[in-house]
């Protein structure tokens, strides 16, 4: 069946720089617009960047804007979060999903997205 599973997580100082991978399975990669969400403890599960299918179309949330970068290597089934100059607002629980359903752009909504991976903790901190 089909199964997301992100990882790269981990513990880092502000100022510092992750990547997290999302490898997908059990479904036709290239057919889905791909999305990263976040969730911290208490808070609403919110948008962070989403591609589109074939990875020439990206967005991202303002509060993540020239830090994070979203991209997709379809040969390998895999959607990629690169994130720097991360700061402790960005500590969260994130999570890749994949949408389906979408013709054009993409969705900033959870519940438009048909899949989602287990998430990968992030901690900025001191």
């Known amino acids: 069946q089909v199964q997301l599973v992100e990882s790269g997580g981990g513990l880092v100082q502000p100022g510092g720089s992750l990547r997290l991978s999302c490898a997908a399975s059990g479904l036709t990669f290239s057919s889905y617009v791909m999305g990263w969400f976040r969730q911290a403890p208490g808070k609403e599960r919110e948008f962070v960047a989403a591609?589109?299918?074939?990875?020439?179309?990206?967005y991202s949330a303002d509060s993540v804007q020239g830090r994070f970068t979203i991209s997709r290597e379809n040969a390998k089934n895999t959607v990629y979060l690169q994130m720097n100059s991360l700061k402790p607002e960005d500590t969260a629980v994130y999570y890749c999903a994949a949408d389906k359903r979408r013709l054009l752009g993409y969705s900033p909504v959870p519940h438009e997205y048909e899949y989602w991976g287990q998430g990968t903790q992030v901690i900025v901190s001191s």
């Open positions: 591609i589109s299918r074939s990875g020439g179309n990206t």
